[in-house]
Nanobody, 123 residues
Framework: QVQLVESGGGSVQAGGSLRLSCAAS????????MGWFRQAPGKEREGVAT???????TYADSVKGRFTISKDNAKNILFLQMNSLKPEDAAQYYC?????????????????WGQGTQVTVSS
């Protein structure tokens, strides 16, 4: 059973930084693509950043240049470094994993979800 456990959310002022972590376990080579999605109240869940098994990354236009996704393959941990945070970045952030080889930057491609971690950004 694949388990994804997020940590690192919290409250920060606009312009600040946070780093999210996601510890993955139980997947035994099932997962090929991982990423972060977010959902704000009243909005649909959307892709933020993904990284596939070749290390190819995809970012939402709204976070390019501010967020960086990375993965520690030895420790099975996924990270999202978020800099220059804006109030519109506030949301519940979810770690996600897919069995798909390659692109997984859409909720339809995701097979496993974490419980989520809240990010609040005050202006």
């Amino acid at each position: 059973q694949v388990q994804l456990v997020e940590s690192g959310g919290g409250s920060v002022q606009a312009g600040g930084s946070l780093r999210l972590s996601c510890a993955a376990s139980g997947y035994r080579n099932v997962i090929n693509c991982m990423g972060w999605f977010r959902q704000a109240p009243g909005k649909e869940r959307e892709g933020v950043a993904t990284i596939d098994s070749d290390g190819i990354t995809t970012y939402a236009d709204s976070v390019k240049g501010r967020f960086t996704i990375s993965k520690d393959n030895a420790k099975n941990i996924l990270f999202l470094q978020m800099n220059s945070l804006k109030p519109e970045d506030a949301a519940q952030y979810y770690c996600a994993a897919s069995r798909i080889i390659g692109y997984c930057f859409h909720i339809a491609f995701i097979h496993y979800w974490g419980q989520g971690t809240q990010v609040t950004v005050s202006s």
